[in-house]
């Protein structure tokens, strides 16, 4: 869609530009750096001891290919690009960033240069401490569902890290709570090889050995020929209601047998 209006006489372009409050630079078609705004100058003032440079300003007339490890396969990207090309870049293993390069194409659709911008700048010690933190906040996500019933909704890789953090956590949890069910739902898992089948076995002698029975729900036909080889007799179904739906059941039972045993008692 091509843009609409007009600008004022009173605005220049660049000035427009360089008042975004983006990291912005402008490359021409060999991919050499003609550009850049007051913001993308403080972020590269930063970053030039990295590259032996002093001063942002020797960036400008600088090539790109300068930034990639691999030149030739940034170029032949570039050259084909057709739309706005988004990717997450890590500058010289200090500055994470992501990064959005926009061709700019003249009237016959031939690219002329490109607008790159960096946005959501970081450093990499920054940048760790955040992934770890949101790693941490998703590996164990316990939900209280039911009457001391808890439930584990697992999400991407469940490597042994993972398993030996989530246990920890898990067994304190229902010490601390008295939880007699914990409900394992494994649909959001991507990866179930040998060495997380042992992990997901030790979580559930280690529930069993303080009195928590552990049910494992959400398993799809690739983790059902993974699990079947499970040297235990937890109990498995296809969906966290069938699992629930189980574990009320036992507890419906075992407050039966309790019922009955206290009427015994009394007509003794």
Not at 67 to 85: C, G, I, K, V, W
Request: charged share 25%; aromatic share 6%.
């Amino acid at each position: 869609m091509a843009a609409i209006g007009t600008i004022p006489d009173n605005i220049s372009m660049l000035n427009a530009l360089d008042h975004i409050g983006e990291t912005i630079l402008i490359a021409d078609n060999t991919y050499t750096i003609r550009w850049m705004n007051s913001e993308a100058c403080r972020l590269l003032a930063e970053i030039a001891p990295l590259y032996g440079i002093k001063d942002c300003k020797e960036f400008i007339g600088m090539n790109m290919d300068a930034f990639h490890a691999y030149p030739a396969r940034q170029r032949d990207m570039m050259s084909n690009l057709t739309e706005t090309h988004r990717a997450r870049i890590n500058i010289r293993n200090e500055i994470v960033t992501d990064i959005v390069i926009t061709p700019i194409k003249d009237n016959g659709e031939i690219i002329s240069g490109y607008i790159v911008m960096l946005m959501d700048v970081t450093t990499q010690a920054e940048e760790q401490k955040r992934s770890e933190k949101l790693i941490k906040e998703l590996s164990i996500p316990i939900l209280h569902i039911w009457e001391k019933t808890i439930a584990l909704p697992l999400i991407g890789e469940f490597d042994r890290y993972r398993s030996d953090e989530l246990i920890a956590v898990v067994l304190m949890e229902c010490a601390d709570k008295n939880i007699e069910h914990v409900l394992v739902d494994l649909s959001g898992i991507t990866e179930f090889e040998t060495q997380i089948r042992y992990q997901i076995q030790m979580m559930t002698d280690s529930l069993k050995l303080i009195g928590t029975n552990c049910i494992l729900v959400g398993i799809s036909p690739k983790l059902a020929m993974s699990i079947v080889s499970l040297e235990s007799t937890t109990r498995t179904f296809s969906s966290a209601y069938a699992g629930l739906k189980h574990i009320i059941e036992l507890q419906k039972q075992n407050e039966n047998e309790k019922r009955k045993r206290v009427s015994s008692s009394d007509r003794l």
